[in-house]
């Protein structure tokens, strides 16, 4: 039973322009199911895990009650050299974040954003590199997932 204080908190429709810097799938299996199968895949592609954060359970110590949310960090030491050694100012797009969000129906809405777009615009050709390459990683990920 919900706690008649609690605020409950409706996912909003993403903006339209989400979809210009922002990947998304849609998933027939509950968050936790996801976020479980999502973090094998990040594993299996060579990567770490870095942290899960799960804000449904974070606002809800705030007296807000949302759907299920989870968001993956994830990364790798041998990734984040080249970061920094070709612009340490690209030390903010790392770590990487999958976020899965609870729909109805038991649904999952995985997000990310595009490494691609947020490493060209710094203008060094090895950030364009990994840019591409961290794309087609999560892209490789997600695809292992069946979505």
Not at 71 to 91: G, Y
Not at 103 to 119: I, K, N, S, V, Y
Request: glycine share 6%; proline share 7%; net charge negative.
């Amino acid at each position: 039973m919900t706690d008649p204080a609690r605020r409950a908190v409706a996912f909003s429709e993403p903006g339209s322009p989400a979809s210009s810097f922002q990947h998304m799938r849609v998933s027939t299996q509950p968050v936790e199911e996801v976020v479980t199968r999502l973090k094998e895949k990040i594993v299996a592609a060579d990567l770490w895990v870095l942290h899960e954060i799960n804000p449904q359970m974070l606002l809800h110590r705030d007296g807000y009650d949302i759907g299920p949310a989870r968001q993956i960090l994830f990364f790798h030491p041998r990734l984040m050299w080249r970061l920094l050694a070709a612009d340490s100012a690209a030390l903010l797009e790392a770590p990487l974040k999958f976020a899965a969000i609870g729909l109805p129906e038991e649904r999952t809405e995985l997000r990310w954003l595009d490494p691609r777009q947020a490493f060209a615009r710094y203008g060094s050709p090895a950030l364009a590199t990994l840019g591409e390459e961290l794309a087609g990683i999560c892209e490789g990920i997600v695809t292992g997932l069946g979505l």
